[in-house]
């Protein structure tokens, strides 16, 4: 059964309070966060007050995934708002290897994401020191886009270099995950399937969640 994160992007920022709500009740284990810097993608999202308000609300593992350019800068911030797995993108960090370190010093979950153009085995040299690998579906900036078809042979890339690695590391797929195809994701390997717009425009959000939660 995969683990259901919930993308806060798609909530009503309006609602806020009421969309965690929602998420706490759900079978969901963690909640997806999206922070976007208008540098490395051509969108600004929210930063540390609104997710330091969502810890306050959340009782599931705070998964934040940082599309923001040098990330390092900010390591230690998003540890005091509450982050439990923070990931930053490959094509981001420069010292992507010192980085991993200093995310587990501050004693979270350390993940790497990757774009759709960029290759599984260039995580070959850094797949033994991460806890998650998030493989976007999507060119990261938006929610509500296509799915990406060729996520599919990644994903089994990911799992084939993982075993062959003896690592032990989550896949995550990120960007037009949907009840249509988080079956599938789910037996090529995924663990971990981020949703927004699947979950958040459809008129009852919980049990499109508890559905791919039971998969
Ligand atoms: C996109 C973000 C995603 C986004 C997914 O850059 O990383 O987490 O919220 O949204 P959907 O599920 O609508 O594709
Ligand atoms: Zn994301």
Same mark, same amino acid.
């Given at each position: 059964m995969p683990i259901i994160a919930p993308s !806060?992007?798609?909530?009503?920022f309006a609602n806020l309070q009421r969309d965690i709500e929602m998420i706490n009740r759900s079978d969901a284990q963690w909640i997806h966060l999206d922070v976007m810097d208008? !540098?490395? !993608? +051509?969108n600004i999202s929210y930063g540390m007050p609104v997710i330091k308000a969502i810890d306050e609300l959340s009782d599931k593992v705070m998964d934040v995934h940082l599309m923001i350019v040098q990330p390092e800068r900010y390591i230690k911030d998003f540890k005091e708002v509450g982050a439990d797995v923070l990931t930053v993108h490959y094509e981001a960090s420069t010292h992507l290897h010192r980085t991993i370190q200093a995310i587990k010093d501050e004693g979270m979950k350390a993940g790497v994401a990757l774009n759709? $153009?960029? +290759?599984? $085995?260039?995580?070959e040299d850094i797949i033994k020191d991460i806890d998650l690998l998030l493989i976007m579906s999507?060119?990261?900036?938006?929610?509500g886009q296509k799915f990406i078809q060729h996520t599919y042979e990644k994903i089994v890339q990911a799992a084939e270099l993982i075993d062959r690695k003896n690592a032990e590391v989550l896949i995550e797929i990120d960007g037009g995950v949907s009840p249509g195809n988080a079956a599938q994701l789910t037996q090529l390997g995924a663990d971990v399937l981020v949703a927004g717009s699947a979950v958040?425009?459809?008129?009852h959000p919980e049990e499109v969640i508890n559905e791919m939660a039971y998969l």
């Open positions: !806060v992007l798609a909530a009503d208008g !540098v490395f !993608v +051509p759709p $153009h960029t +290759p599984v $085995h260039l995580m999507v060119n990261p900036g938006f929610g958040f425009s459809a008129p």
